[in-house]
């Protein structure tokens, strides 16, 4: 098995739709001897991430939970701010929720690579 390497442009692309691109890569879904227990997935290198483009209202609307499994410590990250932050952490996110709930995921996602 060999793992080739992509190189994505992220310039107006759609999160969504780029998230769910880069996990199919990830997985190897795209090569023919893909088998859903084995890791066969490539490497992917995204460029000008800060450059992601939003449908609709959801830059304004989307919210991020997180909880520090404290009392009252549900803690609340508007998309927005996240985003200005660190805008490759909101598309590891995403792709990270297309993944296979599994150990296998941990693996994939460490062959994604972002850069601004």
Known sequence: MTREKHTIDATGKILGKLAVEIAILLRGKHKSSYVPNQDIG????????????????????????HHTKYLGGLKQTPLK???KKDPAKVLRMAVSGMLPK?????RQIKRLKAEK
Do not use: E
């Not at 599994?102 to 941990?106: D, E, Y």
């Open 81 to 83: 701010i996240l985003f």
């Open 42 to 65: 490539d490497f992917v290198l995204i460029k000008n991430v800060d450059k992601i483009k939003f449908s609709g209202k959801k830059f304004d609307k989307n919210i991020y939970y």
């Open 102 to 106: 599994n150990k296998l995921r941990a």
